[in-house]
């Protein structure tokens, strides 16, 4: 059975990911977070259908077999691959920053079709993360990426990789098309040729400093401008990341 056969014989449901090896007939235990969702939160019961993905382009559509206090299991019906991922690979270098606006900007990010995404310590940007307070918020955005796969139809989690300074991730750079947002520069968004990714920045509150945009620049990075309006920092990828999904991707 197929993704089509499947939402055609059961409707709209529930799409949650559960990092596993799929395989037609096998029973699944769904991890505390999801089981706990589609219990307490949806209320579903044995014989329910929903459909899982594994993060890695791979999605099944089951039944719940046991719904019970201890677990809850699933019996896989249908495997199939996952068809909600752009032709064009962007990674997102986004500046750190404070409170909902990196979740904002990672969840969006997502929904758009970005590859990967970094968060970067610049200049200007007021959060340093160290130690156990880096690794959980780098465990919560990655969960951020996930729920925003459950809700877009994506079936490949982007990996959120560990912070880095802007000069790493600067030196790291393989992609043929990178750009920076950059207000001051008056360059609007002209590129003919279509590449087959491509390595997006986007500064902290306050914008890039002048050290931030030579080292950028000496890494090939083309600066651009959305127009004459300034971005919040969680705007800035949104608008950027259509954009380029629009000439080059699949919107």
């Known amino acids: 059975m197929h993704a089509a056969d499947w939402y055609a014989l059961h409707g709209k449901m529930p799409r949650l990911h559960v990092p596993a090896v799929f395989a037609v007939g096998q029973e699944i235990v769904l991890p505390e ?18 459909v899982l993905f594994d993060g890695q382009g791979n999605e099944a559509g089951v039944r719940l077999a046991d719904v019970g206090r201890k677990h809850t299991t699933a019996v896989i019906d249908a495997v199939w691959a996952g068809e909600g991922e752009s032709p064009f690979a962007v990674h997102l270098g986004q500046a750190i920053s404070k409170g909902d606006r990196m979740d ?3 969840q969006k990010a997502v929904e758009l079709g970005v590859a990967a995404i970094t968060p970067l310590y610049t200049e200007r940007g007021d959060v340093r993360l160290k130690g156990d307070r880096e690794a959980k918020k780098l465990a ?11 809700q877009s139809g ?22 043929p098309l990178r750009l920076m ?23 902290p509150e306050g914008g890039l400093t002048e050290t931030d945009i030579a080292a950028a620049q000496a890494a ?16 800035a990828p949104v608008v ?12």
Not at 140 to 150: D, K, L
Not at 186 to 196: M, V
Not at 240 to 251: E, I, P, R
């Open 104 to 106: 904002y900007a990672i």
């Open 220 to 235: 090939d990075f083309t600066p651009l401008t959305l127009g004459p309006r300034v971005l919040r920092t969680e705007t």
């Open 240 to 251: 950027a990341l259509t954009l380029l999904q629009h000439y080059f991707g699949d919107l």
């Open 140 to 150: 919560h955005w990655q969960a951020v990426a996930a729920s925003a796969c459950e």
């Open 33 to 50: 977070g999801p089981a706990r969702h589609v219990t307490r939160v949806l209320r579903m019961g044995e014989g329910a259908p929903l």
């Open 154 to 175: 994506r079936a490949v989690v982007p990996t959120v990789h560990s912070p880095l300074s802007l000069v790493e991730w600067l030196s790291a750079r393989q992609e």
């Open 181 to 203: 947002l950059h207000l001051a520069t008056g360059n609007a968004f002209d590129q003919p040729e279509r590449p087959e990714a491509a390595a997006l920045l986007i500064g």
